[in-house]
């Protein structure tokens, strides 16, 4: 089955869910730095995804792919320091790790 719009791409969907929950556990964090980081970098993963595949070529939506992987990659990070930093437990930053590493 050809996937007709984004909203098909489960990567997509993930990103989604990731956004949502990472939304939620750093919603009362006054850290506002960190906070909007993170957001912006969580929310930049499923918009990447998104205008890649409106692009008109193979190789466009590629290059968005490889933008979404690297603010994938950038949450994960930021969860690390979150970590460290004791704004999420170890246990919730493995967590949402592994569900960016799905995406």
Request: charged fraction near 25%; charge should be negative; proline fraction near 2%.
């Amino acid at each position: 089955m050809k996937i007709q719009k984004f909203e098909d791409i489960m990567a997509w969907q993930k990103a989604q869910d990731l956004a949502v929950i990472i939304y939620s556990t750093f919603s009362p964090l006054k850290d506002y730095g960190f906070k909007d980081q993170i957001t912006r970098a969580v929310i930049s993963i499923s918009n990447n995804i998104a205008e890649g595949f409106d692009r008109n070529s193979s190789a466009d939506f590629n290059r968005f792919l490889y933008f979404a992987l690297a603010s994938c990659s950038e949450v994960r990070s930021m969860l690390c320091l979150a970590e460290r930093l004791n704004y999420i437990s170890p246990e919730s930053r493995l967590i949402l790790s592994e569900q960016a590493n799905e995406i």
